[in-house]
């Protein structure tokens, strides 16, 4: 929920803000790009500033920011008009705080990947970093391209004529409600994802300690209730595979093997 949220939302919000600024707002092409800039260079500087910040207060608090930072931006750019006064100054504002947000929404995620083999792991007893990769890539493009095309549609049943120099009333009303609903909508649902994210540094260090006790041998259900309840909390799932069962009595009948054989 959390990337494909934040994620789609700005590729939505990417694709109509040219239209926005052009049809709704009445810039000037030199203006537009002008603040496309902006915003990708705030994008840049907002990277390191998200690495600290997810070192300093979490994965999930971060995240929450860089969502929250979004939704300001789309209500700021939504109040915009093209008959106000110093227009210029109000749209650099909004995409340099859009530009933050984008650091931060692109960023985050790939952090969070790091850590998630290893809660599936905890679950499954084995390794699949190239899954999670695939399964997110694949879902990230999908759910791309779906949301564009839903877009294009909804652009359409409001009468936007594509490549026109002008639009009608209708045309602007369904950019300017595509473009504050669609992102909106699904930045909602990332911060949903966010405020039901528990991997913090404490259980992500507990967990690291309770593979390292699985993978020497120990057996699930020889862990300590505090460490249990981690596990439980991060995997969703009891703290009682089979696969670390069977690891533990493989690692105990090698070393009853190596014991016996050992050369006095």
């Known amino acids: 929920m959390m990337y494909v949220g934040g994620a789609v939302a700005l590729d939505i919000f990417g694709s109509l803000f040219m239209h926005y600024l052009t049809y ?3 810039v000037g092409a030199s203006l537009a ?7 990708t260079l705030f994008q840049f500087f907002a990277i390191p500033f998200f690495t600290w910040l997810c070192i300093r207060i979490g994965n999930g608090n971060a995240y929450k920011l860089a969502i929250a930072l979004i939704m300001c931006a789309l209500l700021w750019f939504s109040q915009l008009s093209a008959s106000i006064s110093h227009l210029s ?19 985050i995620p790939w952090n969070v990947y790091n850590f998630l083999p290893d809660v599936d792991e905890a679950y499954t007893g084995v390794r699949r970093e190239g899954i999670y990769a695939g399964v997110m890539m694949l879902t990230r493009k999908f759910s791309q391209a779906l949301a564009l095309f839903i877009v294009g549609l909804a652009l359409e049943a409001f009468g936007f ?4 120099e002008s639009q009608d009333a209708a045309a602007l009303n369904g950019i300017w409600w595509v473009f504050l609903i669609g992102p909106g909508l699904l930045t ?24 390292e006790r699985l993978r020497s041998g ?7 209730t505090q460490v249990r309840q981690t596990v439980e909390l991060l995997t969703g799932h009891p703290h009682m595979n089979t696969h670390w ?12 093997y190596v014991a016996e054989n050992k050369p006095s």
């Open 33 to 39: 790009s002008q603040a496309m800039s902006l915003m």
């Open 245 to 256: 069962q069977h690891t533990a009595e493989t690692t105990a009948q090698r070393n009853h």
């Open 218 to 224: 120990g057996k699930p259900e020889d862990a300590s």
């Open 89 to 107: 100054g109000f749209l650099f504002g909004g995409a340099i705080v859009m530009g933050i947000a984008r650091g931060g929404t692109y960023l």
């Open 24 to 26: 709704v707002l009445q």
């Open 161 to 164: 004529t594509k490549g026109a």
């Open 188 to 211: 909602l649902l990332a911060m949903y994802g966010a405020f039901r994210f528990r991997l913090s540094q404490e259980c992500h260090k507990t967990l690291t300690f309770e593979l």
